[in-house]
């Protein structure tokens, strides 16, 4: 969310149908195609006459569908729409209290990565972290601490996690709020995130659904004539859009999460808070999502057709932004556009979540310091005091951090990504002489948020901790590595740390800094690069921001131990990776407020690194033209309101599927990592079917649906395993992915299978000389296609390949098994 410069009045919804203008074809680079592609198939979206919405009955919560219903059926009409139109008040997102009911309301708060608007709070590694470190547990460990700090602060929704963007273009501005572009790693971590989170008695709200993959033109723009330009339209097909962007979520609905934000892009040229065919017909009736869909801040561009396409809660609904709920909500109702069991059912759908997870119960108050530190960004208190009377807690400014402070340390430590490692080069062993250079190693000098509060951006000095936007953070401190390193290498006889934090003072011509710090005669010389990423802009470049690049080459030109750490929101090109002179290469992405511990304790060998790549390092920036970001001067200027079209003509074949499909080689592939002791692999795999039946249905049974979709999708259908060892000298912990070649499906038409696609990993800890048999359990959907035609998962008959390795390109474990002869 943010708040849109450019906050327009309502969509006409004949315009959208119009055929896009020629200028598309100017940022349509068309590096390849893999599907056949007509844009006319994408001019239209169903709408609620077509795809009607469907009422919630509860299913999977009925006893708090029930206590939902009670209360509904107290409220009076003007209630009902004050409760699904938000007002202003402390939080980010305020649902308005009812005294009557002892209702206090709902204080819905930022974001994915901690309580964005929270002191005393803790600032926890970012999505792409989590998503490095491969590890169910510490995505289930992080969502239940972030949950215990927003419940304690009196926080009922956590805005987050993210599963979209999924990151089909690694230059996504919001990439890192989520996981991976991988749909089966982001699938997992996400469930384990919305879990913990709940499990902890705050509402998750998985976001943006669906196809917001990037940020430019999200949102509608004004031209120089005051015309309005639409927001960008992601054009995906059916089976795409199921097998990799729907993935994740599919799974959030499945365990219950109690909300999902609908997304600011257009879909097929329409809307996202207003899509019927992605909220009323997948999301709702396909997935059986049985909870409510909140709009992105901003993101509803119509009342009655929203509230008819699916959307159940407008935000932020303060008059900072147009208001198609409240006053027109309430007429719709009156005149009947919209009925009154869809009212109902809207605020059936808000309070389920709400007392499934006993919130009605002891719940704590608000914070009173949330309303200081939303005045900053949304409301003050005096646009809200004596209008809604929000319970507050007696103590402003209460310290909920516990002891995450330790598991973010350990987390971050442990995600990090060791990419290169030469000559033993790490652990360092007691260095005395260490240099450090780059000005991501030292302190922020512009407080302690990023973004919001002071504005930052893209910071020049200061260790890269967190992104910006709302999946930011506000610290209540931060440990640079500086620091860290001091502390450290300690203040000893012979012990020296010398650094140069200024990039540009670095990079002069025969620079006097460098000069007087003698770098060639260091032990050790550390390079901290970082690279920046926020909501509303995507990212102009893969290479490290402040020339990291020319830092790296000018230190690695004096230095023969070069090791490069970086901090950074993703993806990022190493020109300089094979330099015999850089040693070692670290991804240490996001780790949050221990980044500095973090980073010390992997380089001093006190943890030994497990994380491994989300995503592929490709050689060159150009080799991710296959699915760029919709962008060009000719579009910023256009005059066509329907200009902006993202064809996602790819279809599947993005990150590792592309490079893998067209035998690219890359600088590190998906899945790739080292650690300090070695691991091997038997050959063997053991592939064992559980189905007693004997045979198996190409289609899953029909059965009701439950949240999730069809129940047969969950069903364990084959177990593999494999066994892996530990054969170096130090305790570690491999990540043994399997990947699946299924056979092809007989209704693909044009569209390219994907081939070796990540269906298992888990995170094994080994002594030296220990080993494991891992098991990785394949359910239905895991062995299935999406059928358009059919409109259903279907298992493809033939042979399946399973592969098992240390990562995409590294499979050692190989065997073959078939599900449907
Ligand atoms: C978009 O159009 C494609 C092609 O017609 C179709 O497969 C897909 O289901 C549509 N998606 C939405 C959300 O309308
Ligand atoms: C509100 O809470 C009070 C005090 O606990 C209780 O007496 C009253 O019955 C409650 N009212 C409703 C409508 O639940
Ligand atoms: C709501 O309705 C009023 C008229 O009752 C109108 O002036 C206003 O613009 C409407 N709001 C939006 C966002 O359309
Ligand atoms: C009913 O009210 C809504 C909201 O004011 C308005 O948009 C719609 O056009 C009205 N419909 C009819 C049939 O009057
Ligand atoms: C808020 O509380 C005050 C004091 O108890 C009361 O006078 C007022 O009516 C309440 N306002 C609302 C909207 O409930
Ligand atoms: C960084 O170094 C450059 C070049 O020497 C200098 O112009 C600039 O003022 C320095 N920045 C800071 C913050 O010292
Ligand atoms: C590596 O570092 C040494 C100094 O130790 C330097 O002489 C050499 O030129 C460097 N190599 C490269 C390729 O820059
Ligand atoms: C979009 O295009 C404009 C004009 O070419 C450019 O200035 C801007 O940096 C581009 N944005 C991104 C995110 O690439
Ligand atoms: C990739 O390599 C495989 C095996 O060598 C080959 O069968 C396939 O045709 C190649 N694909 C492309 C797109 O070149
Ligand atoms: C790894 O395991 C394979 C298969 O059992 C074996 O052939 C190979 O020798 C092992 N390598 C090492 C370094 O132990
Ligand atoms: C096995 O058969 C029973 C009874 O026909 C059916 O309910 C069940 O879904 C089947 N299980 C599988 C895994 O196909």
């Known amino acids: 969310m943010l708040l849109a410069p450019n906050l327009l009045d309502q969509v006409n919804s004949e315009m959208v149908l119009s055929k896009p203008s020629a200028l598309v074809a100017l940022v349509s680079l068309s590096i390849t195609n893999s599907l056949a592609w007509n844009h006319d198939d994408y001019l239209h979206s169903p709408t609620a006459d077509e795809i009607p919405h469907p009422s919630a009955d509860g299913r999977g919560w009925e006893e708090a569908f029930g206590l939902a219903s009670d209360f509904v059926s107290e409220l009076t009409l003007g209630e009902k729409v004050l409760m699904v139109s938000g007002v202003h008040g402390p939080c980010v997102g305020n649902i308005a209290p009812i005294p009557r009911l002892n209702f206090t309301g709902l204080c819905i708060q930022n974001g994915p990565l901690g309580l964005e608007q929270g002191s005393y709070s803790s600032v926890f590694p970012a999505g792409v972290s989590i998503a490095a470190s491969w590890d169910k547990d510490v995505a289930y460990e992080r969502g239940s601490q972030m949950a215990a700090e927003f419940k304690a602060k009196g926080a009922h929704v956590l805005l987050g996690p993210v599963a979209g963007p999924l990151g089909r273009s690694p230059l996504g501005g919001r990439n890192f709020e989520g996981f991976s572009p991988d749909p089966y790693l982001t699938g997992e971590l996400f469930t384990q995130t919305i879990e913990g989170i709940q499990d902890g008695g705050v509402q998750a709200c998985a976001k943006h659904f669906i196809g917001n993959e990037q940020e430019t033109q999200r949102q509608p723009s004004e031209n120089e004539d005051g015309t309005k330009i639409d927001s960008v339209s992601s054009n995906i097909d059916d089976r795409t859009m199921h097998e990799l962007y729907l993935w994740p979520f ?88 919209v009925s009154s069991d869809r009212l109902d059912d809207m605020l059936r759908r808000v309070m389920a979540p709400y007392f499934h997870l006993k919130q009605d119960q002891d719940f704590p108050p608000i914070d009173p310091s949330m309303k200081e530190l939303n005045s900053v960004l949304f409301s003050t208190p005096d646009e809200y005091e004596g209008q809604f009377n929000y319970t507050f807690g007696a103590e402003p400014n209460i310290d909920v951090r516990g002891n995450h402070g330790a598991s973010i340390r350990r987390s971050a430590a442990e995600a990090t990504v060791l990419l290169k490692n030469k000559h033993g080069a790490l652990p360092l062993k007691d260095p005395k002489r260490v240099a450090v250079f780059g000005n991501d190693a030292g302190d922020f000098t512009n ?14 000095y200061g260790v890269m901790a967190t992104g910006g936007g709302s999946g930011s953070g506000l610290f209540s401190y931060a440990v640079s590595p500086l620091d860290a390193i001091k502390l450290r290498v300690g203040y000893t006889k012979d012990a020296l740390v010398q650094y140069v934090l200024n990039n540009t003072a670095i990079l002069e011509e025969d620079s006097p800094y460098l000069k007087a710090l003698v770098p060639w005669s260091s032990d050790v010389c550390l390079v901290f690069l970082k690279s920046w990423a926020t909501e509303s802009e995507d990212r102009t470049t893969l290479a490290s921001d402040w020339n990291g690049d020319e830092v790296v080459e000018k230190i690695a030109s004096t230095c023969a131990n070069t090791v490069v750490v970086l901090h950074s929101a993703g993806v990022n090109t190493m020109p300089w990776a094979d330099h015999p002179n850089v040693t070692a290469i670290l991804a240490a992405h996001l780790p949050g407020q221990e980044a500095g511990n973090s980073i010390v304790d992997v380089l001093w060998g006190d943890v030994n690194p497990s994380g491994r790549l989300p995503y592929t390092i490709a050689k060159n920036e150009w080799d991710y033209d296959f699915a760029p970001i919709t962008n060009s001067t000719e579009l910023l200027k256009t005059n066509d309101p329907t200009a902006w079209q993202s064809d996602f003509k790819e279809g599947a074949l993005i990150d590792y599927r592309h490079f893998n499909h067209y035998n690219k080689s890359v600088q590190y592939e998906f899945g790739y990592g080292l650690s300090y002791t070695t691991f091997n692999m038997s050959r063997k795999l053991t592939i064992t079917p559980l189905s007693t039946n004997g045979t198996i249905s190409p289609f899953p049974p029909s059965a009701p649906i439950a949240p999730g979709g069809n129940p047969s999708l969950w069903d364990t259908l084959y177990e593999i395993q494999a066994t892996v060892q530990n054969t170096g000298e130090v305790a570690g912990a491999a990540v043994p992915q399997l990947y699946l070649t299924l056979p092809p499906h007989e209704n693909q038409g044009e569209y390219v299978e994907a081939t070796n696609i990540l269906r298992g990993f888990e995170k094994v800890r080994l002594d030296p000389g220990g080993s494991k048999t891992v098991t990785f359990a394949l359910n239905r959907r895991d062995l299935s296609h999406w059928d358009v035609i059919n409109q259903e998962w279907t298992i493809p008959q033939g042979e399946v ?21």
């Open 250 to 337: 599919q799974q959030a609905v499945r365990a219950g999460v109690g909300s999902v934000m609908c997304s600011y892009n257009r879909l097929n040229q329409t809307y996202g808070c207003q899509n019927s065919k992605a909220l009323n017909g997948i999301l709702k009736i396909d997935f059986g999502f049985q909870g409510y869909v909140m709009s992105d801040w901003g993101a509803t561009h119509s009342g009655v057709t929203a509230v008819n396409s699916g959307e159940d809660m407008d935000m932020p609904g303060t008059p900072d932004y147009p208001l198609f709920f409240h006053q027109n909500l309430t007429n719709a109702v009156n005149n009947g556009s």
């Open 447 to 460: 407080g302690m948020s990023v973004w919001w509060f002071n504005g930052v951006g893209n910071y020049e």
């Open 801 to 821: 390949k399973a592969s098992v390795g240390f990562s995409s390109r590294d499979l050692r474990a190989r065997g073959t098994f078939t599900v449907i002869p």
